[in-house]
């Protein structure tokens, strides 16, 4: 009856201890997720998804607007039509490289991790490894400060929206409307710059101006660009994190690289 009783035991500690290691290994895979990174990327992904997705669609919808209302002369708005297609082009790219590079950021935030926490016991770095989480660390300031650029431009269309729809909100309300002075409130998108002051007729006034606030293009677009505008901001802001992220387990890295550190790499 003993030795059974000895026998349970056993087995009940081997158990134990069993699922002690299993619940100090999940321990020990958590402590290496890189978390900030991992926050960045999605914020990076959903912010890369709207800016690209929304912004390309808009695009669209403002040159029918135009095409419909403001430059009846296709050569008149011929270079701005170029040039949309070709900022279409570009969102192709921006999209393929962030989904990428975002990917690439995340499996180094990963290693650096391990190395920083120390996860794998003698992991060693090298002076290549080092050299390539430095280049991700400058590549990220670079990507950071041309994406406040984006941020910025994406602002311009939004800014140009708001003024037209404002416009339209005045004509609407109860001071102006049927008056005979409602016709003399217009907008003309030639101020803006995208085409050409020979364009026709290049502005909108009155009646005509409030229908095109009230067609589904105009109201499409609108809201688009104010989400690519979001989407660029959350891109912004996920590109800090990946700084701040990236700077710190590079210094770390050099730091418990040097010899007279206590830790060996």
Known sequence: MKPAMETAAEENSEQSQER??????????????????????ILCFSGVALFCGCGHVALAGTVAILEQHFSTNTSDHALL????????????GIASFFFL??????????????????????????AC????????????????????????????????FYNIWSTCEVIKSPQTNGTAGVEQ?????????????????GRMCGSALENICNTSEFYMSYHLFIVACAGAGATVIALLIYMMATTYNYAVLKFKSREDCCTKF
């Open 185 to 201: 409130i217009c907008v003309d998108i030639r101020q803006y710059g995208i085409i050409p002051w020979n364009a026709f007729p």
């Open 101 to 126: 590079y975002g990917i690439i950021l995340l499996a180094e935030g990963f290693y650096t991790t391990s190395a920083v926490k120390e996860l794998h016991g003698e992991f060693k770095t090298t």
């Open 129 to 160: 490894g080092r050299c390539i989480s430095g280049m991700f660390v400058f590549l990220t300031y670079v990507l950071g400060v041309a994406w406040l650029g984006v941020f910025g431009f994406s602002a311009v269309p939004v800014f140009m």
């Open 20 to 41: 002690k290691g299993c619940f100090e290994c999940c321990i020990k895979c958590l402590g290496g997720v890189p978390y900030a990174s991992l926050v960045a990327t």
């Open 81 to 92: 039509s170029e040039v949309i297609q070709l900022m279409q082009y570009v969102i192709y």
